[in-house]
């Protein structure tokens, strides 16, 4: 079946999910499009010379008119973080290139199922909900799901078991109040710490596991990369890829990505992950999966974080 995605932003995430998508058969046809047009030619003409290595699609270097009739549209556009700048001018920074940007792609794909990527991405989610126009179905934002998968990474590692047996969680905000619910993590049906216990009677004897510092893991990973090598894009766009691939399939999935909550958890207006089941017709919903009252706690506590920035902020 063929399918069309447009990639908004050209820079190391969206080229990288460019090229992911190539190697797939997700897409059928692909439109990057990039305010810097030797870039995005660049970029193309490197992804379209290895044509002959792998199933023919087209990628093409666009403008917002070649966005027409997209299944997916993908924005990823925006600056990173600079020295001295406070959280608040970042965020603005991006919110006005958001602007800038929605009408034009609305315009051109209005049926388009919408990933928000460019961060702060709960915040850009919101903003994009509230000017696009379009129904709130439409609009996913990738949220901790790539939070999820360090988590799971994490949590392989220590349990040495393949990490499609885990099935664990990031909830809240893609940044610094997320948290896990440990009370919804199991390892194939069996709760973390009786899976351990389970494991002894196997003659494996693992360490008791620091929820903690796994927290901490995944919250300092991305920026442990961007220390290594100056910033994250492989694992982000294999995540991308993911999502775009559940929302052209025939069923639904549940992942952790960023939508509006209506009263979940007793939180309002605001854009975040928890369970959320998605698919062909985009958001269909968030899974009111039970919380102990301090998770709920938590999750309140990083949506105020969030709307305190966007209290801050000019839409």
Known sequence: MSSKITIIGAGSV???IAYNLSNNNIASEIVLIDINKEK???EVMDIVQGTCF???????????EDAKDSDIVIITSGIARKPGQ????????????????????VKEAPNALYIIVSNPVDIMTYVFTKISGLPENQIIGSGTLLDTARL???????FEVAQKNIHAYVFGEHGDTSFVPWSCADVSGAGLDDYAEMMKHLGKELEPLDKDGMEEYVHKSGGVVIAKKGATFYAVSVSVCKLCEILLS???SIVTVSSVLHGEYG??????STLTLVGPNGVQGKIPVKLTDEEVKKLQKSADSLKEVISQIEL
């Not at 792998?54 to 917002?64: E, K, L, N």
């Not at 406070?86 to 792609?105: D, G, W």
């Not at 939180?267 to 975040?272: Q, S, Y």
């Open 14 to 16: 969206g080229s990288t």
């Open 40 to 42: 995005v030619e660049g």
């Open 54 to 64: 792998r199933d023919p699609i087209s990628v093409v270097a666009g403008d917002y």
């Open 86 to 105: 406070t959280r608040i001018e970042l965020t603005q920074t991006n919110v006005n290139i958001l602007k800038s940007i929605t009408p034009q792609i």
């Open 152 to 158: 799971r990474f994490g949590l392989s590692e220590h």
């Open 250 to 252: 025939a069923y639904d």
């Open 267 to 272: 939180i309002e207006d605001v854009a975040l």
